[in-house]
Structure formats: C-alpha cells, structure tokens
C-alpha cells in the first residue's frame, strides 16, 4: 500500500509541478531522473507484489508519466537523458558477459547453435509469408508492389528475429537463481545479436536489389566483419584493463567501473563500432580469465539496481503510444505470428539438438522481447527506403512496443514454472 500511496503522491505532485506552477524546475533532467526513479522503483515493487517483473513496472511507470499520457516526462527530457542510455547500455552489458560462464556454457552450446539456426530460418521465412498475405488482404500499409512486399517482409523477419538482452538480463538477475535453465538463455540471446547483424547486412542487400533501390549506400558484409572484428579486439582490450585495475587497486573500483562504461559507449559508439558487443566480450573474458571475475559482478550487482530503474522507467516513456492507434491490427497480427515463429524455432532447434526435451514447447517464451537493436534497423530501414520505409518503420516500432511489454511476463513465468518443476523433482 505505500508504494501506491508513494506513486500517487508523486504523480499528483508532478502533474501540478508540470501544468500549474511557474516554476522551471519541471523542465529540468535532473527533476525528470529523480521522479522516473522513484516512481519507478515503486511501481517494480508494487507489481512484484501480483508475482510480476518489476521490469514491467518500471516500463508502465514510464509509459503513465511519458510525453503521451500525463507529459511528467517530456521528448525534450528524454534526448537530454540519452547519456544515462548509453552508461545503463554498457552496464548492462557488462553484466550480460560476465554472466555467460565458458563452463557453464559449454554443455549448451549445440542447443544454442541449432535453436540460433532454426529461429532465424523460422522468422524470416514465416515472417515474409505472413507480410505477403497481409499484402493480399490489403494490410500491408504503403508497401504497394511485389517485390517491395517481399523486401520488406523480409526485413520484418530478420528484425524480429531480435531479443532484448537488457529486458532478458534484467528479470534473471531480479529472479535471483541461476540455473542451466538461465545458462541457456543468456547464450542464445547474447549470441543472437552477432548472427542478426550479418543476417540484417544481407537483407538489406538483397531489399536494394529487389526494389533497385540506389538511394543510400548500404553496408557491406566485410565492412560488418571489420565492426564486429573491431568490437571483439576493443572488448578485449577494456578487459585487460579491467582485470588490471582491479588486480592492483584495491579501491574506487565501482568508480573505476563506471568510468569504463561511459567511456565505452561515448567514445565507441560514434566510431561505427557496437558498444554492447564491447562490454559483453569484456565481461566475459574478466569472469572467465581471471580470478577478479567475482569481484566485478559482485560491484555491478551493486550498481544495477539503480540503473535498470532508470533505463527501463526512461524506456517506457519512449514508447510511443499513438502507434497502436495507426497499426494495432496489423502490429497484434504481426506479433502473434511472431510468436508462432519463435515457438516453431525453438522446438525443431531443441529437437534437432536432443536435450532441454523440457524446453521444447515453452522454451520460446524466453525470447518475446524486443528493444534496441530492433529499434536501430528499424530506423535504417526509414532512412534507406524512403517510399515504404517509413511505414514499416512505424509497424516495427509498434510490434517492439507490445513484445516489450508481454516478454518480461512470459519469461518470468517460464522462470517460476522451471523452479517450480526442478523443487518437486527434488523432493
């Protein structure tokens, strides 16, 4: 009750501050971080209370305070907010690496191999079939020829092949234990980004030449394997520097820490060079090198918290809820054959492999979430077909909206339902 009482309070006092008083203290980011933490971190407690993620709370805190509902949080907060993005980016990253343990790991790695296989093949198939017919019953927006339709559709697949690492991070580490279970995930969804990168090369090539499209430059398969080459040999050198600090400095390694990541994004970004594959590379290479691997998961345990209640609360109020008024039918259509595709991915990838025979029907339910990286091919999908780019952009972020709001769910209840399974075959 008092964390509704909390968010109450805090509203009602955001809403006078914003549209009754002369004040500018509304207008600043710093008013904007402090109402979205704490609103948030009690709207993570309050639904954590009904057994849902708190990630989920923080997202619809975000979405209620956000520039299109009660504008507590305005686009101009938001873009002055980009900065604490990029530092949750890398944590979180960070985090990610450090908890993919070669150990571990190992006795996954076929199944991870063949459910990365099958998904995409699913997706992208399944996904171009399902925009072809949307095409036939006149659903399929600004898309006006066949070979747009398939260029798009296929596009559509390889973007929704995607995962959220961040949202599949943030609920295993609040469900607290880690499992083979978690093991698995965390394998098939870091892994999944590089794969998606190539695959997202090739899509855009093969679009260029269905719709003879010469208006934008697009990026070649070498020039993606220099980025991705380039990112690896920069994650292993932030790790060395990371084991070297804490070997030999006993302190200020949480400042140390975050130094690091804010570096990372900050200075890696703008050089075309991808900032999560750098600190997923480094965390790992730190746990599994070294002997400081505890001690840096122990610091960013202690660092998350905050964190992931800001990056998730800000997230929420990207969200842009008009998009479900233009494309609702078509996105909802568009999601639940997603669904489909990636429950059919994952059980001809676990049947193929022949273990987690537990996994094989509700396996999927892991990888409903979808957030950055869907959200920055959609928007080189917008820049580089400027005839039906737009509007497959907008689909895009639609269909991320609503995965991003169910994923954080069905994982949980995967995760509850596998402890729940593993106690009684203990007993």
Not at 122 to 150: D, E, K
Not at 295 to 315: G, K, N, Q, W
Not at 342 to 351: A, P, S, Y
Request: glycine content about 10%; proline content about 3%.
């Amino acid at each position: 009750m008092i964390h509704l009482i909390l968010i109450l309070g805090l509203t009602a006092f955001g809403y006078f501050m914003r549209h009754f008083s002369s004040l500018e203290i509304s207008e600043s980011a710093a008013y904007a971080m402090g109402m979205m933490m704490l609103v948030g971190y009690c709207a993570g407690k309050l639904v954590q209370r009904r057994s849902l993620p708190a990630v989920t709370g923080y997202l619809l805190a975000g979405m209620v305070m956000g520039p299109f509902v009660m504008k507590l949080i305005t686009l101009r907060h938001v873009a002055d907010l980009q900065l604490i993005n990029g530092l949750a980016l890398s944590l979180i990253a960070l985090t990610a690496g450090g908890e993919i343990r070669l150990a571990r790991l190992r006795p996954h790695l076929k199944s991870i191999a063949w459910v990365l296989l099958s998904q995409s093949l699913i997706m992208v198939a399944g996904m171009t079939i399902g925009f072809w017919l949307l095409s036939v019953w006149g659903l399929a927006l600004s898309v006006t020829t066949q070979a747009g339709v398939i260029a798009a559709g296929l596009l559509l697949g390889i973007v929704s092949t995607a995962s959220s690492p961040s949202t599949t991070l943030a609920v295993i580490v609040e469900y607290g234990t880690r499992t083979a279970l978690t093991d698995w995930i965390l394998g098939v969804v870091m892994l999944k980004d590089i794969v998606i990168l190539f695959l997202f090369c090739i899509g855009l090539n093969v679009a260029h030449s269905l719709t003879s499209s010469a208006a934008a430059e697009v990026v070649g398969i070498a020039a993606v394997s220099i980025q991705i080459s380039g990112s690896l040999l920069a994650g292993l050198v932030i790790g060395l520097i990371i084991m070297a600090y804490m070997r030999h400095a006993k302190s200020r390694q949480v400042v140390f820490i975050l130094a690091v990541c804010f570096f990372a994004y900050e200075v890696f970004e703008p050089l075309k060079l991808h900032p999560l594959l750098i600190m997923m590379t480094a965390g790992f290479l730190v746990v599994n090198l070294s002997r400081e691997g505890d001690r840096l998961m122990d610091h960013l345990e202690e660092i998350s918290p905050p964190v992931y209640v800001l990056f998730f609360t800000l997230a929420g109020a990207t969200l842009r809820l008009p998009l479900l008024k233009s494309f609702g039918l078509v996105a909802m259509v568009l999601v639940i054959l997603r669904l489909v595709c990636k429950w059919g991915g994952t059980w001809i990838g676990l049947r193929v492999a022949g273990n987690l025979r537990r996994m094989r029907h509700r396996g999927w339910t892991a990888f409903v979430s979808q957030a950055g990286l869907s959200l920055g091919m959609a928007i080189i999908i917008q820049e580089q077909f400027p005839g039906w780019g737009e509007s497959v952009a907008m689909l895009i972020l639609a269909v991320v909206f609503i995965n991003q709001l169910i994923g954080p769910l069905t994982l949980k209840w995967l995760l509850d339902r596998d402890g729940n399974q593993q106690s009684q075959e203990s007993i």
